[in-house]
């Protein structure tokens, strides 16, 4: 009915094929374009994120650098002699321009400073200032105090916000009457009290801050600021006063409650859809937060695709004009497509062809003798034209990745495949031979070819030329990968089981020759001499899988089929069913050996392997066999370098007291070398061993300065250290103060 329709005329031609074609093209543009509008949105707020986040990172080393910079500062005024004078002694007023001059220096050298207070417990001395030395009721920045006070929450080596007056104020009128300054506070000692007694307070300006923060947007669209953990802002956002309290506002709740150490979000910020991305700072724990519209990021995106839609509708225009163009033109060729469909269709219907089929199938596969006469009968009843007692070659087709091809087609797929595969092969045999096309297995047709004489096959080039054909077009129309055998030629069909079981069994020459591969008697270079297997070989082969050396297995399994390939495919078939029963071998050892279950079954893998068609995909499969052999292995030697790391740390945990202890101590009571096991240790508890035995030992030190009553060298001895400088740094490092404040420290607790 639909066919009909069509053939009537152009216009119907365009209505019922072209229109829904030009509609679906039309419908997949607009998907496919809404589909990349997305992407594109995805992907430049990818590139904001990466952008804003690279500046982030950078302002986050520019604090930490600055962090640094300061404590440095700090820690160098402390040892230096003439700030100790000021902390802890009482200088004459003749010596003031000295040490005014001093602290004048650092301020010079480090620029980002605003000013240097140096208290002493009464007195405070401030540069720049109007007076140098102060008392605590007299000096104008009375906000100090409170903080020096409290350290509790204001702990030394720490940044405090906060307002001072600004010694500006008097020299320049229009100077504001106080500024931000960041706070750093250095303390030497405290009392019981909980207040400082002596301190080194060095007040950053609030511009050294802005500089470090920055941006790389050309347009300079998005902002940068800092807030603390509790959500206060620590830096100029263009909308909030210094200190202001954020936390209230949804994403910087979000942010704060996130552990996440950099992340982005997208939400409405002072009622603005908005691009958020945050980081962590390594110092303080101070946030950095920049917020980019919305808007501003996708406004390219925007223009492009109300591009793209244009460009979708002037395409339908076009496509609509010379769809109607090409409608008139295609109508008879496709007419004449449809007519030869319908004749084929007919044909593949007709019961006359399946007859003949199952005729053909009955001759080749009859073991039995043929008469000629009955032969000749047949011939005629089922309109054959050949001649029984002419010469003949056989071509036997082989569909390539059989098991493949019937994964991805049913059966009747396959039937309607198989009909083509012999309508190409008569298609171009026809001009050249009389032939007959034979489906005698479903993954093989045979071709009857009446030959002209005795003459040898191999030199008949239009005979390859066409059987090279016939494979070309197999692959380019069906999407099927065929390879071709040809027999010898011989005379009478009576016998054809005969020749046909020879051919046959040269087809299976397939494995050594490879896919879509033309195989005949003479093409074949057989090894005649008597093989002999290579034992020695095999048994290396076994050694090697058991010793987990998986590449130098492969080369020997892979020289061993290469070797035997040279010889008849019987040989090469033992061969691989050998090579199989060595494997199981190693892997019954190995599954004895190392406790490990393989999964493997002989029978299974004996039954795949007589399925693979060429030795690359039996290579591949045996390789992929070892792969999973060396990765059971390694599971095992992991769970063996546990074992010994637990016995290595009974070791350290016995033996720590022992000063001589040491990796090449450890290393000989389990029997390995000390470069491969310190490597070891390390692989697996990231830290090396010689950092791991000190830890423990300042560990146990820490536990006895607390609990004990000895003095501090009688628990360093004990502890396992000989160098009291050594154990005094690595206490240090540890717990940040020496060992006697530690013990004064948890007492006065």
Not at 7 to 25: A, D, V
Not at 309 to 332: D, H, Q
Request: some cysteine.
């Amino acid at each position: 009915m639909l066919k009909s329709f069509v053939l009537k005329n152009p216009y119907q031609l365009f209505i019922t094929i072209l229109l829904p074609f030009l509609l679906s093209t039309v419908l997949l543009l607009f998907v496919q374009s809404s589909f990349l509008n997305q992407n594109f949105v995805n992907f430049s707020l990818n590139m904001v994120y990466n952008q804003q986040k690279t500046d982030l990172q950078n302002t986050s080393r520019n604090v930490s650098l600055m962090a640094d910079t300061v404590r440095s500062v700090a820690t160098t005024a402390f040892f230096d002699d003439m700030i100790k004078d000021l902390l802890y002694s009482d200088i004459n007023p003749e010596d003031y321009m000295k040490y005014i001059n001093k602290l004048q220096t650092y301020k010079n050298i480090y620029p980002f400073l605003q000013s240097i207070y140096i208290y002493n417990g009464d007195l405070v001395y401030a540069i720049p200032s109007k007076d140098f030395v102060n008392g605590r009721t007299t000096f104008s920045d009375q906000s100090i105090f409170p903080i020096l006070d409290d350290i509790q929450h204001n702990r030394s080596h720490s940044i405090v916000l906060r307002k001072i007056p600004n010694v500006m104020a008097d020299i320049d009128v229009n100077a504001p009457k106080e500024i931000y300054v960041y706070s750093y506070l250095f303390f030497d000692s405290q009392v019981v009290s909980g207040k400082v007694s002596e301190a080194i307070i060095l007040n950053i300006s609030q511009d050294s801050i802005k500089q470090s923060i920055s941006s790389s947007d050309p347009n300079n669209k998005n902002r940068i600021f800092i807030v603390d953990h509790n959500g206060k802002l620590l830096s100029d956002d263009g909308s909030h006063p210094l200190l202001s309290d954020l936390s209230g506002d949804s994403y910087i709740h979000q942010i704060i409650s996130s552990n996440a150490k950099a992340g982005n979000m997208r939400i409405k910020v002072n009622g603005v859809d908005s691009y958020v991305t945050y980081a962590s700072t390594d110092a303080y724990n101070w946030s950095l937060i920049s917020i980019t519209p919305y808007a501003s990021i996708v406004q390219d995106v925007q223009k492009m695709k109300e591009k793209t839609y244009l460009f979708v509708c002037l395409f339908i225009i076009g496509s609509i004009l010379l769809s109607l163009y090409f409608a008139r033109r295609l109508f008879r060729p496709i007419n004449m497509v449809l007519q030869n469909y319908k004749i084929l269709e007919s044909e593949q219907r007709n019961a006359f062809y399946y007859r003949k089929q199952d005729f053909l199938r009955q001759m080749v596969h009859s073991a039995d003798l043929i008469q000629t006469d009955s032969l000749r009968k047949q011939f005629a009843k089922f309109q054959i034209t050949l001649e029984p007692t002419e010469w003949y070659v056989l071509l036997l087709i082989k569909l390539d990745n059989y098991s493949n091809y019937c994964a991805k087609y049913n059966l009747n797929d396959r039937q309607l495949l198989k009909y083509g595969l012999a309508n190409i092969i008569s298609e171009l045999l026809t001009e050249t031979y009389v032939h007959e096309c034979v489906e005698v297995e479903e993954d093989q047709v045979l071709v009857l070819i009446h030959y002209k004489s005795s003459d040898l096959p191999f030199k008949d080039k239009p005979l390859f030329t066409l059987v090279t054909q016939i494979q070309n077009c197999t692959t380019e129309y069906l999407g099927i990968s065929t390879s071709a055998t040809i027999s010898e030629a011989f005379e009478d069909l009576s016998n054809v089981n005969y020749h046909y079981l020879k051919t046959l069994d040269l087809s299976y020459y397939r494995m050594i020759l490879g896919h879509q591969s033309i195989i005949f008697s003479e093409s074949l270079n057989i090894n005649t001499d008597d093989f002999k297997y290579p034992q020695d070989q095999e048994k290396e082969l076994s050694d090697r899988l058991i010793q987990g050396l998986t590449d130098e297995a492969k080369d020997i399994l892979s020289d061993m089929i290469r070797h035997a390939s040279q010889y008849s495919y019987t040989i090469l078939n033992s061969v691989l069913i050998r090579l199989l029963l060595s494997i199981r071998y190693a892997i019954e050892i190995l599954e004895a050996n190392h406790h490990i279950k393989v999964n493997f079954n002989f029978n299974t893998y004996l039954a795949n392997l007589q399925k693979m068609e060429t030795l690359d995909i039996i290579e591949a499969d045996f390789f992929e066999l070892f792969e999973n052999l060396s990765k059971e292995l390694e599971s095992k030697k992991d769970n063996k370098y546990i074992k010994l790391l637990e016995d290595v740390d009974q070791f350290i945990q016995a033996d720590f007291r022992n000063p001589y202890l040491s990796l090449d101590t450890i290393a000989e009571k389990v029997n390995l070398s000390p470069p491969y096991l310190g490597k070891l240790f390390k692989k697996h508890r990231l830290i090396s061993m010689t950092d791991y035995i000190n830890n423990v030992r300042v560990t146990y030190a820490s536990n006895q300065i607390v609990v004990s009553e000895d003095t501090i060298n009688e628990i360093m001895e004990k502890s396992g250290f000989s160098s009291r400088s050594h154990f005094y740094t690595l206490f240090k490092k540890a717990y940040g103060v020496t060992p006697n404040q530690f013990r004064s420290n948890f007492k006065g607790k």
